[in-house]
């Protein structure tokens, strides 16, 4: 994963806030063996409390190496994820961010290059500070071409790029 990070969040600048986070450490990659949505949940909320009690972390990649290779069983999960914030108080303060091999974009074809801005070796729930983004947004201009941007990139870059990297990788672990 922190390949992937390299290479494509930061190298293809998918997220223009990433490289200071990683510069300084400030992101943890966890990993989760979990292949129920309870054990994932428990897991999440793990990670969670990791971030809320630390201060020098930015940001957490809760990496499900063994589990939820069926996007619409990731899906599933990520609902009952966007429900624990919820049930967690935690909306406005965390943000998850959705990382997937095989994502699709609503009312997009699967082999859409766009999808690939969304895909990752392996599925991720991605946990963002709120407080953090707001303000980072703010300073950033036009935050809202970021989107267009990644998609003008891996357009640019085109899918066997991506099928092969994301091969790649996963075959690193």
């Not at 793990?46 to 957490?60: K, P, R």
């Not at 036009?142 to 267009?148: A, F, G, V």
């Not at 891996?154 to 990297?165: K, N, P, T, V, W």
Request: hydrophobic residues 40%; negative net charge.
């Amino acid at each position: 994963m922190q390949q992937w990070v390299a290479e494509v969040v930061i190298g293809l600048n998918f997220c223009p806030f990433a490289h200071r986070e990683v510069e300084k450490q400030r992101v943890v990659y966890r990993e989760s063996a979990a292949q129920t949505v309870e054990v994932a949940l428990t897991d999440l909320a793990s990670a969670m409390q990791e971030l809320l009690e630390n201060d020098h972390i930015e940001t957490t990649l809760l990496v499900l190496g063994k589990g939820f290779t069926d996007f619409e069983d990731y899906l599933d999960l990520l609902d009952y994820a966007q429900l624990t914030l919820r049930e967690f108080n935690l909306e406005g303060v965390l943000q998850i961010a959705s990382f997937h091999p095989d994502y699709q974009f609503a009312d997009t074809a699967a082999d859409d290059v766009s999808n690939y801005t969304n895909r990752a070796p392996f599925p991720v729930l991605h946990l963002l500070r709120e407080e953090s983004l707001e303000k980072v947004l703010a300073r950033y201009p036009n935050p809202e071409t970021i989107p267009e941007r990644n998609i003008e990139v891996a357009d640019e870059q085109g899918a066997d790029y991506f099928r092969d990297l994301l091969q790649r990788l996963q075959q690193r672990d």
